[in-house]
């Protein structure tokens, strides 16, 4: 390791961060069981161009292949980067089929939810419908991401759903507002690195009350459905005012004033990066945008690195990590 952010020796450079392809000759730079987890965000399908290279992800004509290309680079190649008992933590949206090019209807305008964000300044201009698709419904790409996946042989651990209590208005009128994203979390392994986490057990009520292992007469008073759900609450409740994270959580999208606007905020990330990489480990994102997968890994003690096809956003990564 060398220098203050802990770039391994076999990184190909001396910035946390490297122009690329994400399936590019440089991935075979990277050692084999080398990653203690990857967390990312793709582009999302038919959304927006970063970069005018045809290698960009999310610019495949149909959404199959999109799909096919995001199991096969994970698989294929990340799998075998990962530690044996490594995670891979992917946040992916969905889109509506819309009616034309991206921003030209209401419904086109409002297909995408990435980050909460409403901007279309690099919006595709090319209808993006998908053929043999109606109109207007959701392509559930969220859904044949995840399964597809498991059908290629990842475990997957978790559905988080990311709320977002400021999500962007909409002004469509037949149908509800969209206000969450979806967190897939995969493992290689059915034992994996984890260290738990807690949150705060909200129920007070119950919270003197012992469960000794026979049925609870009072579970009525309790309003508990049935004496199981005392237990199960007992169980949850550990004995520290804890319990067992849940999967919704709510998060803020991240407001981002800079060139690069469809990023995550790093709280959606930092509990992921708590949880599944151990202090000096290696943290890899290979959609790395501004690098928020770096900042919060270096804050938890951790090595962040990534590719990025777009060069243009050097000057905000080194800006951002104070490079
Ligand atoms: C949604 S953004 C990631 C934002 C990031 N999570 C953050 O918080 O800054 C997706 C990124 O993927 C990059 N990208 C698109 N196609 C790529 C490819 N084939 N290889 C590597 N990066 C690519 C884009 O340039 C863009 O910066």
Same mark, same amino acid.
């Given at each position: 390791m060398t220098g203050i952010l802990q770039i391994p020796e076999w990184w190909a450079s001396t910035k946390p961060y490297i122009n690329g392809d994400w399936v590019?000759?440089?991935?075979?730079?990277?050692?084999?069981?080398?990653l203690d987890m990857i967390i990312t965000s793709p582009p999302y399908w038919s959304l927006r161009n970063y970069v005018d290279d045809s290698r960009e992800m999310?610019?495949?004509? %149909?959404?199959? /292949?999109? @799909?096919? *290309?995001?199991? %096969?680079?994970? /698989?294929? @190649?990340? *799998?075998?980067?990962?530690?044996d008992g490594g995670a891979l933590w992917v946040n992916i949206g969905d889109t509506y089929n819309g009616s034309g090019g991206a921003?030209?209807?209401?419904?086109?305008?409002?297909?995408?939810?990435?980050?909460?964000?409403?901007e279309y300044s690099g919006a595709q201009s090319n209808p993006t419908r998908a053929k043999g698709y109606p109109n207007k419904t959701m392509l559930g790409i969220p859904f044949r991401f995840a399964t597809a996946m498991i059908d290629s042989g990842w475990i997957l651990r978790n559905t988080i759903i990311w709320k977002k209590?400021?999500?962007?208005?909409?002004s469509a009128k037949d149908r509800f507002t969209v206000d969450f994203e979806y967190l897939f979390f995969f493992?290689?392994?059915p034992h994996y690195y984890f260290k738990q986490q807690k949150e705060p057990a909200k129920s007070k009520?119950?919270?003197?009350?012992?469960?000794?292992?026979?049925?609870?007469?009072?579970y009525g008073g309790a309003k508990a459905e049935d004496p199981s759900g005392i237990k199960r609450r007992m169980i949850e409740k550990g004995s520290d005012g804890t319990r067992n994270m849940r999967t919704v959580w709510e998060i803020n999208p991240a407001s981002?004033?800079?060139?690069?606007?469809?990023?995550?905020?790093?709280?959606?990330?930092?509990v992921p990066i708590d949880a599944c990489c151990k202090p000096g480990g290696i943290v890899f994102d290979p959609f790395l945008g501004r690098g928020t997968t770096i900042k919060?890994?270096?804050s938890q003690g951790k090595i962040g690195l990534g590719f990025d096809l777009c060069g243009d956003y050097n000057t905000l990564i080194d800006e951002y990590l104070g490079l």
């Open positions: 590019g000759p440089m991935t075979q730079t990277i050692p084999d069981r080398s999310g610019s495949e004509e %149909t959404f199959m /292949t999109y @799909i096919h *290309r995001l199991v %096969t680079g994970f /698989t294929g @190649i990340y *799998r075998q980067k990962l530690k921003g030209s209807t209401k419904e086109g305008r409002e297909r995408h939810t990435q980050f909460g964000k409403g209590p400021s999500c962007k208005p909409s493992t290689k392994n009520w119950w919270i003197e009350r012992k469960y000794n292992g026979k049925a609870v007469k009072e981002f004033k800079g060139g690069h606007y469809a990023v995550y905020p790093e709280e959606l990330i930092s919060v890994a270096n």
